[in-house]
């Protein structure tokens, strides 16, 4: 059983940076799964942010933060981030973590984590 616990959300000015963090236990490898980014802000339907496949770092971008955000992950600690830059107010949402396995199946979550970008 997988679990995903994101951080690093927080406060920031329009311009700044902010990197996301989501670190997954109960799996052996995640060599074989994709981590997505999604976020979701009130009265806003969620909205896929990234992926990562775990085997080979390729990712995937939505076109509204394609060149601001990237995202990787670090094998050794099993975590995944999304590093952020450029932020603009209408990034501000609650970010989820989010894992599935490349064939297929269950998609696990997180608890999510606040991003608040405004003067």
């Known amino acids: 059983q997988a679990q995903l616990v994101e951080s690093g959300g927080g406060l920031v000015q329009p311009g700044g940076s902010l990197r996301l963090s989501c670190a997954v236990s109960?799996?052996?490898?995640?060599?074989?799964?994709?981590t997505d980014w999604f976020r979701q802000a009130p009265e806003v339907e969620r909205e896929f942010v990234a992926k990562?496949?775990?085997?080979?770092?390729?990712?995937v971008y939505a076109d509204s933060v394609k060149g601001r955000f990237t995202i990787s992950r670090d094998n050794a600690d099993n975590t995944a981030y999304l590093e952020m830059s450029n932020l603009k107010p209408e990034d501000t949402a609650m970010y989820y973590c989010s894992l599935i396995h490349k064939g297929g199946g269950a998609r696990y979550w997180g608890k999510g984590t606040l991003v608040t970008v405004s003067s």
């Open positions: 109960g799996l052996a490898t995640l060599r074989s799964y994709i």
């Open positions: 990562i496949y775990w085997n080979n770092a390729s990712s």
